[in-house]
């Protein structure tokens, strides 16, 4: 019943800009993230937002350039990239968490995280 749900990803050039999206159903989370995985290395944290979108988080190797937000009545997420570099390439996993939070801690852990989408693809080229 619980499903996550991703789309936006793509093959872009160096220095350009890419969407993510992530629509959850099943049940209300208030907090959702993204995570991503390059090939060989371990899943990464890279930002999350609370359901009422007045805390979020981020990685030190995107803030700046990338920018979670959401719809709060949808339970959608989105994830506005920009200045992509070639090492962003990776695949992008949406995840929710039921449980009310705001710490920051639990935000960046994806241990506390008990929903997953299946992942969209994104490369950047040099």
């Known amino acids: 019943q619980v499903q996550l749900v991703e789309s936006g990803g793509g093959l872009v050039q160096a220095g350009g800009s890419l969407r993510l999206s992530c629509a959850a159903s099943g049940r209300t989370f208030y907090f959702m993230g993204w995570f991503r995985q390059a090939p060989g290395k371990d899943r990464e944290f890279v930002a999350a937002?609370?359901?009422?979108?007045?805390?979020?988080e981020y990685s030190d190797s995107v803030k700046g350039r990338f920018t979670i937000s959401g719809d709060n009545g949808k339970n959608t997420v989105y994830l506005q990239m920009n200045n992509l570099k070639p090492e962003d390439t990776a695949v992008y996993y949406c995840a929710a968490r039921g449980l009310y939070t705001t710490a920051a801690l639990v935000m960046r852990d994806p241990a506390r995280y008990g929903s997953w989408g299946q992942g969209t693809q994104v490369t950047v080229s040099s």
């Open positions: 937002i609370t359901r009422s979108g007045d805390s979020s």
